[in-house]
Nanobody, 121 residues
């Protein structure tokens, strides 16, 4: 599975962005998909995940209620809708795939290249 994330950019605090991650490969629908982020000088951290059938979604406490993860298996795409953005959300955002849910980046099987989100105050 190859993953390509897009949709990052510069936004003011309180604004919104939607990230997309397109996957290649025939087995996209069987993977749990996740978003992670990494701010400068910090470790990569879990943001959100969604099960293969979209029946289960998981969020980090820091984004719960502001971010929404979704997926369209017909389009091989996972989305991250980010609302009420804060300067502390500034980071490179990565999409990842795994065979089961995990918030540990070491458990991911595939990674996409990141997309930069910058939130100005």
């Amino acid at each position: 599975v190859q993953l390509q994330a897009s949709g990052g950019g510069l936004v003011q605090a309180g604004g919104s962005l939607r990230l997309s991650c397109v996957a290649s490969g025939r087995t996209f629908s069987s993977y749990t998909m996740a978003w992670f982020r990494q701010a400068p000088g910090k470790e990569r951290e879990f943001v959100a995940a969604i099960s293969w059938h979209a029946g289960g979604t998981y969020y980090a406490d820091s984004v719960s209620g502001r971010f929404t993860i979704s997926r369209d298996n017909a389009k091989n795409t996972v989305y991250l809708q980010m609302n009420s953005l804060k300067p502390e959300d500034t980071a490179v955002y990565y999409c990842a795939a795994s065979t089961s849910y995990s918030s540990n980046p070491r458990s991911m099987h595939y990674w996409g290249k990141g997309t930069l989100v910058t939130v100005s105050s």
